[in-house]
């Protein structure tokens, strides 16, 4: 005897589609209306003394670039971890000193 076949369903939609605006149509429709070009990539020209910015240049090395990034996130995260241990030990009001003799003398952390 053959099982029966369990099917699957979901509840992810779709997109809504839209119909895009053709290039002859958008160009008919800038120069009737003298609109301004608002759209397109931005400008990555910089001053000739401010030299290729690293972002832009073909021959950085990205994976040094990446490297430094997550080294930046990785210092913040532990001092964030260092400042939560701060926490813990202080906490109920007293202080550092009071709850390392408290610790030391139930021998467990409370």
């Given amino acids: 005897m053959l099982k029966p076949r369990k099917y699957l369903t979901t509840e992810l939609l779709g997109e809504?589609?839209?119909e895009g605006e053709t290039i002859e149509t958008k160009m008919d429709?800038?120069?009737t209306n003298k609109e301004p070009i608002k759209d397109g990539a931005p400008r990555i020209?910089?001053?000739?003394?401010?030299?290729v910015i690293a972002a832009y240049n073909i021959r950085t090395d990205r994976f040094e670039i990446a490297t430094e990034a997550m080294d930046k996130v990785s210092k913040s995260i532990q001092a964030k971890r260092e400042e939560r241990g701060q926490f813990t030990i202080l906490e109920g009001g007293k202080d550092a000193d009071s709850a390392t003799e408290s610790i030391q003398a139930n021998g467990e952390a409370q």
């Avoid at 020209?45 to 030299?51: A, Q, S, V, W």
């Fill in 45 to 51: 020209y910089t001053e000739r003394k401010d030299g």
């Fill in 29 to 31: 429709r800038i120069t």
């Fill in 16 to 18: 809504e589609t839209v």
